[in-house]
């Protein structure tokens, strides 16, 4: 019953900018902190983003002042908008539901491929 799915993903070039969007369902959303994590080819995977369910953010340092989360809980959904993309910033960013018992939900993971 529970769904998380990504979109936005896709092909850019270094200095542009992409939307990541995650849907959740079957979930009591609003009380769920929730996050944006990647794994680049070769690299562990790591928290990119991550955003409280009382709205209070945290960033890798690699991403600060580039990235940013936020939360919609009207539509259930996630985002983590991406400007100034790195070609470092290429990796596979999977959306990510936490709830303070040990629960995790995770989503398929959506490709995102930064070249020129």
């Known amino acids: 019953q529970v769904q998380l799915v990504e979109s936005g993903g896709g092909l850019v070039q270094p200095g542009g900018s992409l939307r990541l969007s995650c849907a959740a369902s079957?979930?009591?959303?609003?009380?769920?902190?929730m996050g944006w994590y990647r794994q680049g080819p070769g690299k562990q995977r790591e928290l990119v983003a991550g955003?409280?369910?009382?709205?209070?953010?945290n960033y890798v340092d690699s991403v600060k002042g580039r990235f940013t989360i936020s939360r919609d809980n009207a539509k259930n959904t996630v985002y983590l908008q991406m400007n100034s993309l790195k070609p470092e910033d290429t990796a596979v960013y999977y959306c990510?539901?936490?709830?303070?018992?040990?629960?995790?939900?995770w989503g398929q993971g959506i490709q995102v491929t930064v070249s020129s």
């Open positions: 990510n539901a936490n709830l303070l018992t040990g629960l995790d939900y």
């Open positions: 079957g979930i009591g959303f609003r009380i769920y902190d």
């Open positions: 955003i409280t369910s009382g709205g209070r953010t």
